[in-house]
């Protein structure tokens, strides 16, 4: 056929372009630490994200996923992340961003999903206020004060009085602190000491003296699961915190699965709230883990690998009820009260924040089978970030 006229040729064309472009992969940026201090969480998620794919096929409304993974290691430089999201925006051509481990990347790459107009699925970063950051980005992780909201109520009910708090000084651990000061305190308990670690390389020593020195009931402690936490606990320990009767407490991100061995024995006892354990008990869960170690036999799935799992299921979900169209504006509107079961139990989106609300767990560590286990005894239901009430 002979096109005479340019405005038909340009119109014909652009409707071509349109049904090929029905056709087209849906191109999923992964902004993860993949090396470096914290390369166990970029692990964890493409862990996630891929079992998704595996078990649950990789096209949905019509379009197949194809996944684009940038390293953005450490995951606490922000400008690091914002420039791999925009190569991944511009060059990438990517529909959707995803994963951002830390809550440095994810504050970072918020005026990107903005500006560029794209979805951003938060897979772990767990500042509160990340979700407030663009009207595009929805979580599918957690918050530190909805982990540590249960743990202060929980301390305060078991004959805990005097609690001193040390936290990683940044976005998560300001949440922890202060959301864990403000339940325990409202249940009469007292805060007697507070310190905040450098992320890099804290010197824990110092810390652990003073905190010895004071003679709390207990410490609350949230650092990012690491080397660091290995240290720490090492250092309360040796530094005798453990035999003067100090007990522990934290969210779970310090009995992480993934550094869990690492850690070994002198986390047995230790009590903590999360939204996830490898033990929970559920049919859900039970799937979840027996595909993961099919496919990772040498990793332990963890809350990070159900971050990326649960967010490649909110894409997928999406896709459906959109027949494939990622329109930034469509894609939050679907996404907003979407619920299902997860292998951590029921969860949903909020609505008006398009933030996570799940149950959180009461869990202690026992051995089970010869494997440390975060074994959950009670929880709080449907619990919804008390950071943004
Ligand atoms: C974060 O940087 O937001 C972060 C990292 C690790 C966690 C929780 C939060 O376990």
Redesign the pocket.
């Known amino acids: 056929m002979k096109l005479n006229n340019p405005l038909i040729a340009l119109a014909l064309t652009a409707m071509l372009n349109a049904v090929a472009g029905a056709a087209e992969p849906v191109r999923i940026g992964l902004v993860l630490p993949m090396s470096g201090p ?1 390369a166990s ?1 970029g692990k964890q998620i493409e862990h996630g994200v891929k079992l998704y794919l595996a078990t649950q096929g990789d096209t949905f409304g019509g379009r197949k996923i194809e996944l684009i993974i940038k390293d953005d290691s450490p ?2 430089a922000g400008d690091v992340s914002k420039r791999l999201a925009q190569e991944l925006v511009i060059k990438d051509k990517v529909d959707i961003l995803a994963g951002f ?4 990347s ?1 504050f970072a790459v918020a005026p990107v999903a903005t500006e560029a107009k794209r979805p951003m699925v938060v897979m ?4 509160s206020s ?1 979700t407030t950051k663009s009207n595009y980005i929805v979580r599918t992780s ?1 918050t ?1 004060p909805q982990n540590s909201a249960p743990i202060a109520s929980w301390a305060a009910k078991n004959k805990i009085k005097k609690v001193f708090t040390l936290v990683a000084d ?3 651990g300001h949440d922890a602190e202060g959301q864990f000061k403000k339940t325990f305190t409202a249940a009469g308990g007292e805060i007697v000491g507070e310190v905040r670690a450098p992320v890099k390389n804290p010197d824990f020593a110092p810390f652990l003296q003073k905190i010895k020195d004071t003679k709390p009931d207990a410490v609350f402690l949230f650092l ?2 690491g080397g660091e936490t290995i240290a720490f606990m090492k250092g309360f320990k040796e530094r005798g915190l453990d035999a003067a009767g100090i007990q522990l407490i934290a ?1 779970g ?1 310090l009995p ?1 699965e993934d550094i869990l061995e690492a850690i070994g024995d002198s986390a047995l006892g230790l009590v903590t709230s999360f939204h996830y354990s490898e033990a929970h008990k559920s049919p859900e869960n039970k799937a979840y883990t027996d595909a993961y170690y099919k496919a990772y036999p040498k990793d332990r799935p963890n ?2 690998s159900v971050g990326g799992y649960d967010g490649m299921r909110l894409i997928a979900e999406v896709l459906k009820k959109t027949n494939g169209n990622t329109d930034a504006d469509k894609f939050i509107e679907a996404a907003r009260g979407m619920k299902w079961i997860s292998p951590r139990g029921p969860i949903s989106i909020d609505p008006a924040t398009r933030d996570i609300v799940q149950n959180i767990y009461i869990r202690k560590v026992e051995k089970i089978n010869g494997r440390l286990q975060n074994v959950e005894f009670d929880h709080v239901a449907d619990f919804k970030d008390p950071g943004k009430q």
């Open positions: 914290f969480y995951g606490t481990g830390l809550t440095p994810a772990n970063a767990a500042t990340v957690m530190l940044y976005g998560p990012p699961p969210t991100d992480d809350f990070m």
